[in-house]
């Protein structure tokens, strides 16, 4: 089987997290840091991911408001998701991801982790906790 990948798609970093092939389980793999400009030098590195990894589905990250009123975070998003199929093929499926980087704060502060190491990994664990909810609600 292929793996899934799932995007916590930021401004200044993109968290990306992988599935194992039989798509159990997701696993942060990096962090990608960028300038909110410079799609080129993101979407080639996701791109990268995509052939090494053998990705077949995409899951991102949707910055939705809890009124339903599109923001300036969800439209960047969602032209980011368009070039990104461009680019690989995969049309990404959306998540609402509304509270996963408060959630993937929370757990590595119990965990001990805080400051830069913090910093590093945060989107990480939110794209993880995007693709494992994911992954459980399709094996259901």
Known sequence: MSRVMAIDFGM?????AVSDPLRI?????ETINWNGVDYEYALDR???IVKEK???EIVMGKPSRTDGTISESEEKANLFGQL???K???RP????ERFTTVIASQFLRQTGVSGKNKKKVVDQV???IILQEYLDITRA
């Open 93 to 96: 499926v959306y998540r609402d």
């Open 54 to 56: 053998e990705i077949s």
């Open 88 to 90: 690989v093929g995969i």
């Open 12 to 16: 200044r970093r993109i968290g990306v």
């Open 126 to 128: 939110a794209a993880e």
């Open 84 to 86: 990104l199929e461009e």
């Open 46 to 48: 996701l791109s990268q």
């Open 25 to 29: 389980m997701a696993q942060g793999l």
